[in-house]
């Protein structure tokens, strides 16, 4: 099992920078994948950007050039997100993959509005 916590959301202006924290916790040795996904009103959840532990990272199209995803040990993720644009709110949910099985947290609000 794994718990995934978020933390960071809030309301930004149009421009400005957040940045996104995900604290996990339980079997975390044996993650493999760790991302950053996102769901606005009324459309399907999406990947944003995810990092394939060891290996490589990957981002959206829409988000590539503004946000970047790092880990700083086994069980903290984070999102630096610049650049914000009104397109980018959503709830932000942090994602893990462990031998097979996918994990997900709670969510928080990003809201990009002036």
């Known amino acids: 099992q794994v718990q995934l916590v978020e933390s960071g959301g809030g309301l930004v202006q149009p421009g400005g920078s957040l940045s996104l924290a995900c604290a996990a916790s339980?079997?975390?040795?044996?993650?493999?994948?760790m991302g950053w996904y996102r769901q606005a009103p009324g459309k399907r959840r999406e990947l944003v950007a995810e990092?394939?532990?060891?290996?490589?990272t990957q981002y959206a199209d829409s988000v590539k050039g503004r946000f970047t995803i790092a880990r700083d040990n086994a069980n903290m993720l984070y999102l630096q997100m610049n650049s914000l644009k009104p397109e980018d709110t959503a709830v932000y949910y942090c994602?893990?993959?462990?031998?097979?099985?996918?994990?997900w947290g709670q969510g928080t609000q990003v809201t990009v509005s002036s």
């Open positions: 994602n893990a993959v462990n031998s097979g099985r996918v994990y």
């Open positions: 339980g079997s975390i040795l044996s993650i493999s994948v």
């Open positions: 990092d394939i532990i060891g290996r490589s």
